[in-house]
């Protein structure tokens, strides 16, 4: 469903990858997104792994970004010069400028880790979004914004997709 209509009032799990859009700058929509979070238009939901994942995601970026290594292969490339995060911040900073937002954090359990498993064995998830999934269905939440078209395989769950991407 296109994420302009989500509705207000609604409770929705936030993707890590609609972060990720919106501070890279690839979409209006989801930059109209966070605006409509820092409104309270609607409760807006995070999970340790989406916060965990987006760290990491936009460490890798800034690294890249900055020229302090190559595109291709971050990880491999950072593993092998670690000197090179001592020298990362700005993902630090991303991140808790978006923690100013009234996003809700949900810490993952063990019980989710374990409910996990059945969620990607019945729609073939990988393991951070069948984790993401598991601590919605905890937490009652049944939507989720992101541009991940895995989520449509599951059943009475409101995937909200930004378009413009």
């Not at 991140?95 to 810490?107: D, G, H, K, M, T």
């Not at 951070?128 to 009652?140: K, T």
């Amino acid at each position: 469903m296109d994420i302009k209509l989500l509705p207000a009032g609604d409770e929705v799990l936030v993707d890590a990858n609609i972060f990720i859009y919106y501070l890279s700058g690839h979409s209006a929509e989801c930059h109209d997104l966070m605006r409509r979070i820092a409104r309270n238009e609607f409760k807006a939901f995070v999970t340790t792994i989406v916060l965990a994942e987006l760290l990491h995601r936009r460490m890798m970026a800034e690294a890249v970004m900055k020229g302090l290594i190559s595109p291709g292969q971050p990880v491999k490339k950072l593993k092998a010069q670690p000197h090179i995060i001592q020298q990362l911040s700005d993902y630090i900073s991303d991140l808790a400028a978006l923690l100013q937002l009234p996003l809700q954090v949900i810490e993952v359990s063990t019980g989710d880790i374990q409910a996990s498993h059945a969620l990607r064995n019945a729609y073939g998830l990988f393991v951070n979004d069948s984790i993401n999934l598991a601590c919605a269905q905890r937490c009652g939440i049944a939507s989720i914004a992101t541009h991940d078209a895995d989520f449509h395989r599951v059943p009475n769950l409101f995937v909200w997709d930004p378009t413009d991407i």
